[in-house]
């Protein structure tokens, strides 16, 4: 069986060049916004790196004129001081806001919700309060990521697993996890 389609996921296709250039937009924009936050220009970031990119293919990057590799992408992170899965997701919430935004989930609730949403909320909450060293208490918090798997779980965009689960939601955060 194919995983079920998730009209919130940024769709990359050869086929779809908006999608493309929405991506390498993103993109740009998170890798801008990361050399300026070190205080860099483009030639000074060229200079950091050893030369190993010229300040055209970072300004090419930039303004998603140029598409970057993972790897490329990955050094620029490095260079500039950040983490690149945490570029990474700076894009995908320009891209995708929808169900990216933390959640509280008090669970004396969810176990009173009907369907079998709640009963894999329980099991990822579960996991979730393991890897987290045994979080004590009724509400448990859950990123983005957590919700991603949970809806991918539950065969459901995450708008709607959030919608099924609303019972059971203490404090929803704006900011992206």
């Not at 009209?7 to 990359?12: G, L, V």
């Not at 929808?98 to 369907?115: F, N, S």
Request: hydrophobic share 40%; net charge negative.
């Amino acid at each position: 069986m194919s995983a079920p389609e998730d009209r919130y996921a940024p769709r990359i296709a050869a086929s779809d060049p908006l999608a493309a250039r929405n991506l390498r937009e993103a993109l740009g924009e998170v890798l801008r916004d990361a050399r300026r936050r070190r205080g860099l220009t483009l030639r000074e970031a060229s200079a950091a790196s050893g030369d190993r990119f010229r300040p055209s293919a970072i300004g090419g990057y930039e303004r998603g004129e140029r598409s970057i590799s993972v790897e490329r992408f990955c050094e620029l992170a490095l260079l500039y001081g950040v983490p690149a899965d945490q570029m990474l997701a700076e894009v995908l919430e320009r891209l995708t806001p929808i169900g990216r935004a933390e959640i509280v989930i008090d669970l004396t609730q969810l176990e009173m919700l009907p369907g079998e949403e709640p009963r894999l909320a329980a099991e990822l909450v579960e996991r979730v309060r393991q890897e987290r060293g045994g979080e004590i208490g009724n509400l448990v918090s859950l990123r983005a990521a957590d919700l991603q798997a949970l809806a991918v779980a539950s065969r459901l965009d995450p708008l709607d697993l959030i919608s099924r689960l609303e019972r059971a939601i203490r404090v929803r955060s704006s900011e992206p996890s």
